[in-house]
């Protein structure tokens, strides 16, 4: 094994595009995935640990500790998204016959399991990037819980939010002026981010400004099932699902685009910028308010007073790039 990988720590929601992400983390090179956290969101969370461990089985990856986080956002009730990722969580795949994983999850919880990997990488002097693709209660837990945990992170890469500048105009997806994963958990990402500006860890935000251009067509989804690799047939049984639920030719690699983010940065347009979450307001909770102003300006000063969170934007993105490193790896042909 090279030891020049980068080592990665992954917290979902498995998820369809969880598991794209998953796959691409688990068979990609550069990548040395330490563990994974799972954390109640686009399905209830023992269907997102069965779903995880079912991807990574499929990856042939049962060495990679898997454990169950956060059953629940901080504050409001669990939600799921089903509707999106099937009544299991991962394209209702055994209605296809596929066999869910029989492995049983790490004993720890979640949240001890992405201290214990954080502080090992510490000790190894080979700090991980962090990567939640998923609501940010985990997360948030550790970073409140075990701060020193930080001295293990070298960044933190995390799906969620908008700044309604890149391929969208749009702030919101489950909301008019909110994404899923912010909103469904808002106190959790807003701790993330005063947590991450306080330990000194690096944040990017891989939104939706981004997250809808990196796509894969039906045509290229089958192409992917054909090859009887066991992780290409699984990610384009899974990107055939999402073109038949949305009536659509393509689509998106979705919380995989994060990840190739930590492989690939050059594809990314960021800017530094300020962002907060909208804890309050009855329509616009969840939502990241992403501050384009001039920061100095006395305007920003008045409505900003208290320090704030800055966090690299990814803006814009080379979304064919990402699709076709995402498709090379799950054909075994990544370098
Ligand atoms: C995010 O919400 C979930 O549906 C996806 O898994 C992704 O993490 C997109 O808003
Ligand atoms: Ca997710």
Redo the contacts with the bound molecule.
């Keep these: 094994m090279s030891v020049s990988r980068t080592p990665v720590v992954l917290d979902v ?1 498995t ?4 598991a794209c992400a998953l796959l691409l983390a688990a068979l990609h090179p550069a990548i040395d995935l330490r563990a994974v956290s799972c954390v109640d ?2 399905a209830a969370l023992d269907d997102v640990v069965r779903n995880t461990l079912t991807v990574l089985d499929a990856a042939g990856r049962p060495d990679v500790p898997v454990a169950r986080g956060a059953d629940r956002p901080l504050l409001e009730p669990a939600a799921g ?1 089903r509707h ?2 099937g009544d299991d969580g991962l394209g209702d795949l055994g209605d296809l016959g596929w066999t869910p994983s029989d492995r049983s999850p790490d004993s720890r919880h979640g949240v001890e399991l992405l201290r214990d990997t954080c502080l090992e990488a510490a000790g190894q002097g080979r700090p991980v990037a962090l990567v939640p ?2 609501p940010l209660t985990n997360v948030a837990l550790l970073l409140r819980t075990y701060p020193e945990a930080a001295r293990g992170i070298a960044e933190i890469v995390f ?2 939010g908008a700044a309604a500048t890149g391929s969208t105009t749009a702030t919101g ?2 909301t008019a002026t909110a ?3 912010v909103v469904h958990d808002p106190e959790a990402a807003a701790i993330v981010l005063a947590a991450a500006q306080e330990l000194e860890v690096p944040v990017t935000m891989y939104g ?1 400004d981004v ?1 809808y251009e990196p796509v894969v067509t039906r045509q290229e989804a089958a192409a992917l099932v054909a090859t009887g690799g066991r992780a290409a047939e699984l990610g384009g049984r899974l990107l055939q699902f999402q073109c038949e639920r949305f009536g659509r030719a393509a689509a998106t690699i ?2 995989a685009g994060a990840v190739c983010a930590v492989i690939d940065r050059g594809a990314l347009v960021t800017e530094l910028l300020s962002v907060r979450v909208e804890l309050a307001g009855a329509r616009s909770r969840g939502r990241t308010i992403v501050d384009r102003r001039e920061q100095d300006t006395d305007l920003a000063r008045e409505t900003h007073p208290e320090t704030p969170t800055t966090v690299r934007v990814a803006l814009g993105v080379d979304g064919p790039r990402y699709a076709a490193l995402w498709q090379h790896t799950l054909l075994g042909k990544a370098r």
Excluded at 15 to 18: A, C, E, F, Q
């Design positions: 929601d998820g369809v595009d969880d969101g686009n998204a999106v990722h693709l998923a799906m969620g997806s489950t994404e899923f994963n939706l997250f979705g919380d």
